[in-house]
């Protein structure tokens, strides 16, 4: 079992930073791919990102590659989000979530078993 939450959302004018956090408790986060989405007002949830369990590989979503990097600290059970280059359409409620029993990464909500409640993220035009 894993329970996640997420922190460090907030709002940033375009072009701005934010940083977000995903705490995690139980002995199996360090050894799950964790990944974070999002769901704009109106929309469907989407990936993002995700990383494997130790850290050494990543998926980035066209719309974010370049400007967002996802972490892990294991010994902390701790996800990050380092977010740049904000632009108004990253607007969204970000979700990290986590897959059971897997050693690779997905792209697709049906795979991840554990979710976070989500934290705001409003960039101003």
């Known amino acids: 079992q894993v329970q996640l939450v997420e922190s460090g959302g907030g709002l940033v004018q375009a072009g701005g930073s934010l940083r977000l956090s995903c705490a995690a408790s139980g002995r199996t986060f360090s050894s799950v791919p964790i990944g974070w989405f999002r769901q704009a007002p109106g929309k469907e949830r989407e990936f993002v990102v995700a990383?494997?369990?130790?850290?050494?590989?990543?998926y980035y979503a066209n719309s974010v590659k370049g400007r967002f990097t996802i972490s892990r600290d294991n010994a902390k059970n701790t996800l990050y989000l380092q977010m740049n280059r904000l632009k108004p359409e990253d607007t969204a409620v970000y979700y990290c979530?986590?897959?059971?029993?897997?050693?690779?990464?997905?792209?697709?909500?049906?795979?991840?078993?554990?979710w976070g409640q989500g934290t705001q993220v409003t960039v101003s035009s």
């Open positions: 979530a986590a897959r059971q029993g897997a050693w690779s990464i997905s792209t697709r909500l049906g795979e991840y078993d554990y």
């Open positions: 990383i494997d369990w130790s850290g050494s590989a990543t």
